[in-house]
């Protein structure tokens, strides 16, 4: 009997180790599926599968910041500024698309660059260079905006953000497209190896001839690139860039790298926390949840999924320990 | 006094404790008397630091009992100890540096009176306190300003304050000096006097003869004996510890010294180290000697370019380096061991094969991909040639013991094909088995062309590994010391003769 029971108890405490949100996203889409009605539609799925690119986007470059030590707060009105700035550029200046979402990324790259510049060799700590940046630019957006929506994009721009290729929403193939070039870097590449590195220990990183500051700039750099896709997609979505667009989005990428536990550097587990807090709102939704109640909720899930984490680092710490 | 009449303090009886997987002791005694000195030795995972996790109340044993003072006792947390009067002094201090001496020593039990803080009466218990154990300290000094030696001591005082019966100390001469390790041993006397019971943990055998009157000896889990140190030799020792006879401590050095393969030149950092030149030669062991403070371990990180240079010029088989960085340094072909290898040498969290490759990734990249077939091979052959002992290559290294992450810290190194190896202090806090096997890897180093710099504080480790010694006082050579070498003329160009 006990035998048994101990059997079951580790098959899923492994069960858990292995798979950790997911297991919390397939128990939480089947209890979703039971106690709603339209959860199950395809409207619904798509509809769940479209909301989370944007935040899947900017937590991909979230994931690079965190796994390197850092933190970056400017991501969100960093989201509202591109966002405007490319539309602007269509709108304003008359580019064609394709340029106006170069030149957006680019900048964004460029003030990731800047940011990870000034943490690594100023050394300003990254909480404080990036609240200072998400400070300037939440009045940036305004002026350059004069505080109005720039609207009537086009149809080549919007169908980024809109568009389907046969079933799959066009945002959903930029999302899967990023992750998979995601992974590649974190899994297979010097560089991907030394975020990890640097993140866990950077004075040993150094010293494997690893350049600390190099890579805490790039971090931020493609912080800065996540950004900015997760901005053109959104303006494209919306169909304008809205100054007011991007709230709480540097937040919601964080939560999403935080839920989905980044601890052994897997990017899927990003992916795993956007899916988490997606079908949360998505479920509140449909039960009519008040949006205020949404975000209490919300907030009580980041904290328990990262002490969850935690508990299960300190668990695999102490049952291999002589 | 009659020592056999003497009630024993405290007394461990058939303690036995398993882990997962891992009977961690099994029916292990041990008996201290108060106003004794205790040794607890074994080599890592012994169990000695499980046993000492079970005297203080940070695990809790399976079966066996706890006698303190004639009376069962059960320990549940490691207050219930604290509260008996057990005190532990670990490796890593536990003191606030932004406090003084006298808070930190009474801290959680600082004088009040109206819940106001007594702050004289706080310090003049305090110095009180520090005179009568001989501890030469201003209670008033903060603590971060003290050294590590000083601060141990501190913590000693806090121990006393509390009214300790049993003090233990876990390694805790591992980085003080040797004078200051004197410092230590004459309190420790003093506690002696008191009637505290002193159980001291230690990898160095002369410390042992130097300090106990008895010790215990562990071996996987199991209690060897209890034997009188005096009674014992060197060698009896070490072959109760590791099973079987060490015929020899070091093994033998045999090889050809070929051309000069590094030369520095006049190196100086602007701040300890003036002038500073050697050459090195292929299949070579050099040591450093010096006393700690003299710049031995500043030399070695410009060297390898963790410091700036202010001067001088570093030549590797001919080739001047040009730039000033690690990455630099390791593309020329130098490795470098630290001290700390907790802090500086590895990613703790991460497997064996990550910190294996970390240094030459490059080497496991095959169509510009890591290649985790490549990766474990390589890991896969260290683990076997450096004899590294570990379930997997998969195995985070903070579980590994110290003597086998410094094997991880080596075969990073060997695998980045480094002709110039620097190694500083690299047996610390390893113990005697694996202390030969690094010798025996140094020594395979050297015989394959290989130059190896050996930083160590161990007088006499030094004295049997090496080809040539040269000392350092004050951030320069004081001077050169060849074969053979006499332990007299090196201790009188360390400190000035």
Redesign the interface.
């Given at each position: 009997m006990s035998v048994l029971r101990i059997k079951a108890r580790k098959g899923a405490v492994s069960i858990w180790n292995n798979m950790g949100v997911w297991l919390i996203n397939i128990i939480l889409l089947i209890a979703l599926s039971f106690t709603t009605d339209n959860f199950l539609t395809s409207t619904n799925i798509v509809n769940v599968v479209r909301q989370i690119c944007v935040n899947g986007i900017i937590a991909l470059g979230a994931t690079f910041v965190v796994l390197g030590g850092e933190i970056d707060l400017s991501q969100g009105p960093m989201v509202a500024v591109l966002g405007c700035i490319c539309a602007k550029l269509m709108m304003e200046s008359g580019m064609n698309y394709i340029p106006a979402i170069i030149i957006t990324i680019f900048i964004g790259m460029a003030m990731g660059t800047m940011c990870g510049l000034i943490v690594s060799f100023l050394h300003v700590p990254s909480f404080i260079t990036t609240l200072g940046l998400q400070y300037a630019l939440t009045g940036i957006v305004l002026l350059i905006t004069n505080s109005q929506p720039i609207s009537g994009l086009s149809e080549q721009f919007t169908f980024l953000g809109r568009g389907y290729l046969g079933p799959i929403p066009v945002p959903t193939i930029i999302l899967a497209v990023v992750y998979i070039i995601g992974a590649?870097f974190i899994?297979?590449?010097?560089f991907g190896?030394s975020v990890?590195?640097v993140g866990?220990?950077a004075?040993?990183?150094?010293?494997?001839?690893?350049?600390v500051s190099k890579i805490k700039t790039l971090i931020f750099s493609i912080a800065g690139l996540g950004t900015a896709l997760g901005a053109v997609v959104l303006a494209a979505r919306l169909g304008s860039g809205q100054p007011s667009s991007g709230t709480g989005a540097s937040l919601q990428a964080l939560a999403a790298v935080y839920v989905g536990g980044t601890?052994g550097g897997k990017v899927t587990n990003t992916l795993a926390g956007v899916l988490l807090i997606g079908l949360i709102n998505n479920g509140l939704n449909l039960m009519a949840v008040d949006s205020a109640w949404q975000d209490v909720t919300l907030g009580i899930i980041i904290v328990c999924a990262v002490a969850l984490d935690v508990i299960k680092a300190m668990r695999a710490?102490t049952?291999?320990?002589? | 006094m009659n020592h056999s009449d003497r009630k024993y303090i405290l007394e461990l009886k058939n303690i036995s404790k398993s882990f997962p997987g891992v009977k961690a002791l099994s029916n292990v005694n041990l008996s201290v008397q108060a106003g004794e000195v205790h040794a607890l030795i074994g080599e890592n995972g012994a169990g000695k630091s499980t046993l000492m996790k079970i005297l203080s109340g940070v695990y809790k044993k399976d079966t066996g009992t706890i006698v303190f003072d004639e009376e069962e006792r059960n320990f549940v947390t490691p207050r219930d100890a604290q509260a008996l009067g057990i005190a532990i002094i670990h490796q890593e201090l536990n003191l606030f540096n932004n406090l003084t001496v006298a808070e930190n020593i009474y801290i959680g039990n600082i004088p009040r009176k109206l819940n106001t803080i007594q702050w004289g009466e706080l310090y003049k218990k305090a110095q009180d306190l520090l005179n009568s154990h001989g501890i030469l300290l201003d209670s008033h000094t903060r603590v971060g300003t003290l050294s590590l030696a000083q601060q141990q001591m501190v913590e000693i005082a806090k121990a006393i304050s509390k009214r300790a019966r049993v003090v233990i100390m876990d390694e805790p001469t591992s980085s003080l000096t040797s004078r200051e390790r004197d410092i230590l041993f004459a309190i420790i006397r003093t506690l002696k006097e008191k009637g505290v019971a002193v159980i001291y943990i230690s990898h160095k055998l002369e410390e042992i003869f130097a300090i106990t009157t008895k010790l215990t000896v562990l071996r996987d889990g199991q209690c060897i004996g209890t034997y009188n140190t005096k009674d014992m030799t060197k060698e009896d020792l070490i072959a109760k510890m590791i099973g079987r006879k060490l015929t020899k401590q070091f093994p033998p050095r045999n090889v050809e010294i070929g051309e000069i393969i590094f030369e520095a030149i006049g190196l100086d950092d602007g701040k300890k180290l003036h002038n500073v030149s050697f050459q090195l030669h292929a299949g070579e062991v050099l040591r450093f000697a010096g006393i700690v403070g003299s710049g031995r371990t500043e030399t070695m990180r410009l060297i390898f370019g963790a410091d700036k240079r202010l001067a001088g010029e570093l030549v590797v088989r001919g080739k001047k380096l040009k730039r000033n960085s690690p990455r630099n340094s390791i593309d020329n072909h130098i490795g470098f061991v630290t001290e700390n290898r907790k802090e500086e040498g590895l990613i703790l969290p991460f497997a064996i094969k990550f910190n294996n490759t970390i240094v030459a990734m490059r080497k496991i990249k095959k169509y510009r991909m890591i290649n985790m077939a490549m990766e474990n091979s390589v890991a896969s052959k260290y683990v076997k040639d450096l004899n590294i002992v570990t379930p997997s290559i998969d195995q985070k290294v903070k579980l590994l013991s110290g003597g086998n992450q410094q094997k991880v810290v080596l075969a990073k190194w060997l695998f980045s094909d480094s002709d110039v190896i620097i190694l500083d202090e690299p047996t610390r806090g390893i113990d005697v088995g694996a202390k030969l096997e690094i010798y025996e890897i140094i020594n395979d180093l050297a015989a394959k062309g290989r130059g190896v710099i050996v930083v160590s504080s161990e007088m006499e480790e030094v004295m049997g590994v090496c080809d040539r010694i040269l000392v350092m006082r004050e951030g320069r050579i004081a001077g050169e010391v060849l074969p053979p070498f006499s332990q007299e003329k090196i201790v009188s160009l360390a400190v000035g003769g």
């Open positions: 590649y899994k297979f590449t010097e190896r990890l590195a866990e220990n004075k040993a990183a150094e010293m494997s001839g690893i350049s601890s710490a049952s291999v320990k002589k | -």
